[in-house]
């Protein structure tokens, strides 16, 4: 199973996520860390599986939550670009794939 990475501005929408489901309620936050984490490992073992919205970008939605995971995939890491609400400009995150 590959590695993976936050790129750190997604790490920072991870956490305000979490954050923002904890004000509204904690077992809410927990199901959220819950299908994140499930999401992360499903990446991890079938990197290739979900759509392309880019060259070498595609994007995992979370089950239960208005949230798509966008990353990328070489031999040896999963690079998480973005944990995006799923109301929020489509393309905001464009410019930090190119840090890989």
Same mark, same amino acid.
């Given at each position: @199973?590959?590695?993976?990475? =936050? ?8 956490? +305000?996520?979490?954050?923002?489901? $904890?004000? /509204? ?5 927990? !199901?959220?860390?819950?299908? %994140?984490?499930? !999401? /992360?490992? @499903? $990446? ?5 599986? &979900? *759509?392309?919205?880019?060259?070498? %970008?595609?994007?995992?939605? %979370? *089950?239960?939550?208005? =949230? ?7 031999? *040896? $890491? ?5 944990? @995006? *609400? ?6 905001? &995150? =464009?410019?930090?794939?190119? +840090?890989?």
């Amino acid at each position: @199973m590959l590695g993976y990475q =936050f790129h750190p501005e997604a790490s920072l929408e991870y956490g +305000e996520a979490v954050d923002y489901y $904890i004000e /509204i309620n904690p077992l809410l936050a927990d !199901a959220f860390v819950g299908e %994140v984490e499930y !999401a /992360i490992s @499903m $990446i991890r073992k079938y990197p290739n599986r &979900w *759509h392309l919205v880019d060259e070498n %970008v595609r994007r995992y939605l %979370v *089950h239960r939550f208005p =949230f798509g995971i966008y990353y990328s995939s070489n031999a *040896h $890491i999963i690079n998480i670009f973005a944990i @995006m *609400h799923l109301s929020r400009k489509p393309d905001y &995150w =464009f410019n930090r794939k190119v +840090e890989e």
